[in-house]
């Protein structure tokens, strides 16, 4: 139920949206999705629109304790952008942090000190706990943070049904799943990278079981958001395809341990529902073999300059791949940037 004390904020968002704007955003997007616009070609966008209200600052700690809280802070995002010039999609999520795969196989909430306001994390199971999880049952949908995610995911279904502006202009995006290997890294600690080589039987198994949960956590967000089905937003974008995963953890592993440990993971997960992946720091030394999985729509990385981006470029937008750089413009010579997009902080 949509409170008092949301409601003017609410309403205040759905006043502010210009429907002219979010058309020719979304018309640009879709097209982007389908291969079909250069990066050149981005919209003029909305026009700044400030607000009347005096929206709070809510700090990730009360958010995270407090359903209320959390839209006001997802929704003040979407007031900032409003309040601006810019060309982004206006997005909200369940913002519960990096640990939500973890938090169901029963790693325990890490709350960030209060004045660092950073999400929250998670604190290890390690190997011994870890093992014990391969013969146990699949976790229930709604355990660890998933409950607390999909109360405030219905909330964000009430007010999208409730407000026709928002409902079509603001994307819900799909909670933060990480990846199978993000994941087991978080629940293993970073002695993981060993067991790769003493373990190998167990590690499959696990990530196995993750991916299980994973698509377990889609096909229940996709039918709380159908209208999300074919379309991954992320990072104030969007790409086709349902599923948004992390590699972060790739950045460690060999192209030997990348092609058996993660490409057969997130390639069936991509194939099975199209999507983009994200990895930060450096990974030209697997570009290639991420950019062969089946399904992959696009990739997204934010620290070009750890790369050797010639090598990058060659194996994703010469190729039609879509690349999306979370960095300010760079002048690229000798690619086709008809299918790289920048997105710097609005």
Not at 81 to 95: E, H, T
Not at 98 to 120: K, Q
Not at 185 to 193: A, P
Not at 233 to 262: H, Q, T
Request: glycine residues 8%; contains cysteine; aromatic residues 10%.
């Amino acid at each position: 139920m949509i409170s008092d004390l949301l409601k003017p904020f609410l309403d205040d968002i759905e006043e502010r949206i210009d429907v002219h704007a979010e058309d020719e955003i979304l018309t640009y997007i879709s097209a982007w999705s389908r291969h079909e616009a250069g990066s050149q070609d981005r919209p003029r966008g909305r026009m700044a629109s400030p607000s009347r209200l005096d929206w709070p600052n809510i700090n990730i700690n009360d958010a995270i304790a407090d359903d209320e809280k959390m839209l006001l802070s997802e929704f003040g995002r979407v007031n900032q952008r409003l309040s601006i010039d810019g060309s982004f999609p206006l997005r909200v999520r369940s913002n519960f942090g990096v640990g939500n795969v973890a938090s169901a196989f029963g790693a325990e909430l890490f709350v960030m000190p209060r004045e660092s306001n950073t999400l929250p994390n998670v604190t290890k199971l390690g190997e011994e706990k870890c093992i014990e999880l391969i013969d146990q049952p699949l976790p229930d949908k709604y355990a660890g943070n998933f409950a607390d995610i999909y109360r405030v995911g219905s909330l964000f279904r009430e007010i999208a049904d409730t407000y026709p502006k928002i409902g079509k202009y603001v994307h819900v995006e799909q909670p933060d799943l990480q990846g199978p290997m993000d994941n087991l890294e978080l629940l293993w600690g970073s002695e993981l990278f060993y067991a790769l080589y003493d373990l190998p039987d167990e590690i499959h198994a696990l990530l196995e079981k993750i991916s299980a949960f994973i698509r377990l956590q889609i096909n229940g967000w996709l039918a709380l958001f159908p209208e999300n089905r074919g379309r991954s937003n992320y990072f104030r974008y969007a790409e086709s395809g349902s599923l948004v995963l992390r590699d972060d953890s790739a950045m460690n592993l060999s192209p030997k341990f990348f092609s058996e440990y993660i490409a057969p993971y997130d390639g069936g997960l991509l194939k099975e529902y199209g999507g983009i992946v994200h990895f930060c720091g450096r990974g030209d030394h697997f570009i290639e073999l991420l950019a062969d999985l089946e399904g992959l729509k696009g990739i997204n990385m934010s620290q070009p300059h750890l790369n050797d981006m010639d090598k990058v470029f060659s194996a994703t937008i010469d190729r039609g791949i879509h690349l999306s750089l979370s960095v300010d413009p760079f002048e690229v010579r000798g690619h086709d940037t008809a299918n790289l997009v920048f997105l710097p902080r609005e």
